[in-house]
């Protein structure tokens, strides 16, 4: 197992920024952790890199405790933390070398030749930092974090404000990195998550509420589905409200209907069809709406 935590509660003063949060993470996964603002993300991962200290409960990474054997933890760790905070008048492969200097790495030339290939950082890499894009220096922040070649990468808003050429690069870069290690990473857009995790973990005010998959979430959250429908003809809304498992059809017009249908596990669209082959109907259009990931992570981080 990557990491476990175990019944992890942590306390600033009075305020209680993680509520005895369980779980656990196996080796080659990618997971989304998300919550709101001020919802413990952040907390939970710097105490799993050993920045922070747990008030109680334990946290084990590689099977290692973050507490009574930091060093070992820190050796299997890559942190890319929101900050990224970067030595910005050192040039890009210069910096590498000291980051890798500072691991006391014996391939130390080879390791950062590699990086620089894997994060695309060829044509900067003689660059300062200060001169680099902010999606550049994303991939900077990601290179220092994996040069050590840790087993456990954790990433903090790695995304956060890059365009949507950046986003997209960086995107493609994670979800290669995750193909060999364990990513979790803190994120607000709900496409990316979706995008890149196989895991959906989210924290709201210190506790976990949820912990599945994008899909699965999205499938338990929705109380119906929604088909929408428009034909060439005029429909009489009788006739479409007779469908199995349709229990409510709006009419918006004489020609596009609303059907709601509250049983999630079936899909009414074979038989809606199979109704207009029998009336020889025409469908002009016709979707299924359903819960993005979005206005599940609303739901369940309301007040």
């Known amino acids: ?7 992890v509660t942590k306390i600033y003063g009075e305020q209680k920024a ?8 196996p080796s080659g996964q990618i997971v989304g952790f998300l919550g709101p603002n001020g919802a413990g993300k952040s907390t939970t991962m710097k105490m799993i890199t050993c920045f922070l200290p747990q008030t109680s409960g334990k946290i084990e990474v590689c ?12 050796k299997k760790i890559g942190y890319l933390p929101e900050s990224n905070a970067l030595y910005r008048d050192m040039y890009v492969k210069e910096y590498l070398s000291f980051v890798a200097k500072i691991f006391k790495l ?10 620089i290939l894997l994060t695309g950082l060829q044509k900067e890499q003689d660059k300062k930092i200060v001169q680099l894009s902010k999606g550049y220096k994303q991939r900077v922040g990601l ?15 790695p995304t956060s404000g890059l365009d949507p050429n950046q986003l997209d690069e960086i995107r493609k870069l994670i979800i290669k990195i995750g193909q060999e290690k364990t990513v979790m990473l803190s994120t607000h857009i709900m496409q990316e998550v979706e995008a890149m995790c ?7 005010k210190g506790a976990i509420v949820a912990d599945s998959t994008s899909k699965d979430l999205k499938k338990s959250a929705s109380k119906e589905i929604i088909v929408k429908v428009e034909f060439k003809e005029r429909i009489d809304s009788k006739l479409l409200s007779k469908i199995k498992n349709v229990n409510k059809v709006v009419s918006i017009s004489e020609h596009h209907f ?7 596990n079936s899909d009414i669209r074979s038989d809606l069809f199979q109704l207009a082959v029998e009336n020889k109907w025409t469908i002009i259009n016709m979707n299924q709406e359903e819960k993005d990931l979005e206005i599940v992570f609303k739901e369940l981080t309301k007040n």
């Open 106 to 115: 014996e391939n130390a030339e080879s390791r950062v030749r590699e990086m």
């Open 258 to 264: 609303q059907l709601h249908n509250s049983n999630v």
């Open 18 to 25: 993680v509520d005895n949060i369980s779980l656990e993470i």
């Open 143 to 157: 290179a220092q974090s994996m040069i050590h070649n840790p087993e456990v990468l954790i990433l903090d808003e």
């Open 198 to 204: 196989e895991r959906v973990i989210i924290i709201n």
């Open 63 to 74: 099977g290692y405790d973050t507490l009574d054997q930091s060093l070992e933890v820190r």
């Open 1 to 7: 197992m990557s990491i476990k935590i175990t019944e």
